[in-house]
């Protein structure tokens, strides 16, 4: 069982936007601005899309944006593509000086 | 450009070892934080392991504590994962990841090694 919460799956259609929660503790994402979101295609190594709750890499579009409430952080995908159909994971940084992943999310493009 | 390239994956039985190589190039590897992170067949990512870029700091998910063993080579640009007491559990793809050196984000990812624990 992952130590961060997220929901199985999130569909969406064309052109809408969808957003895409990780719950956590105040012993992680409560505590720390230290959350990473990653895009994974089947097959496929995970793509870093958001660092440090909201700031995107060079190359993510803008379209891809990060936001943290609490112990809950949130991806949110504007504008949603059909390549944007993929899994998605949420990281963060936990007191106990280690990492965890949240169980991923899998997008659907309908 | 940045690659990380793994390599010593594949079959050991319940028990065994196996140690893992990632090869670095296109950056200064020393300068950098260094992660290992599994994915199980069909199942999510799984931090394993944490190295700082001078080895000061190392971290280890409880799955994995007392068995593995993370190390690396700055002269050679390589990170190291040394696996013993293998479980079936362990089975996975083991991706090598760089870390960004903002807040412990993986910035670099591998393609992964796959590692089979069956008897």
């Known amino acids: 069982q992952s130590a961060l919460t997220q929901p199985a799956s999130v569909s969406g259609s064309p052109g809408q936007s969808i957003t895409i929660s990780c719950t956590g503790t105040n012993s992680d994402i409560g505590d720390y601005n230290y959350v990473s979101w990653y895009q994974q295609y089947p097959g496929k190594a995970p793509k870093l899309m958001i660092y440090e709750v909201s700031n995107r890499p060079s190359g993510v579009s803008n379209r891809f944006s990060g936001s943290k409430s609490g112990n809950t952080a949130s991806l949110t995908i504007s504008g949603l593509q059909v390549e944007d159909e993929a899994y998605y994971y949420c990281s963060s940084y936990l007191r106990s000086s280690t990492l965890a992943f949240g169980g991923g999310t899998k997008v659907t493009v309908l | 450009e940045v690659h990380l390239v793994e390599s010593g994956g594949g079959l050991v039985q319940p028990g065994g070892s196996l140690r893992l190589s990632c090869a670095a190039s296109?950056?200064?590897?020393?300068?950098?934080?260094l992660n290992w992170v599994r994915q199980a067949p069909g199942k999510g990512l799984e931090w394993v392991s944490y190295?700082?870029?001078?080895?000061?700091?190392?971290y280890y998910a409880h799955s994995v504590r007392g068995r593995f063993t993370i190390s690396r080579d700055n002269a050679k640009n390589s990170l190291y994962l040394q696996m013993n007491s293998l479980r079936a559990e362990d089975t996975a793809v083991y991706y090598c990841a760089r870390d960004g050196g903002r807040g412990y984000d993986m910035d670099q990812w591998g393609q992964g090694t796959l590692v089979t624990v069956s008897s």
């Open positions: 190295i700082s870029a001078r080895s000061e700091a190392i």
């Open positions: 296109g950056f200064s590897f020393s300068n950098y934080h």
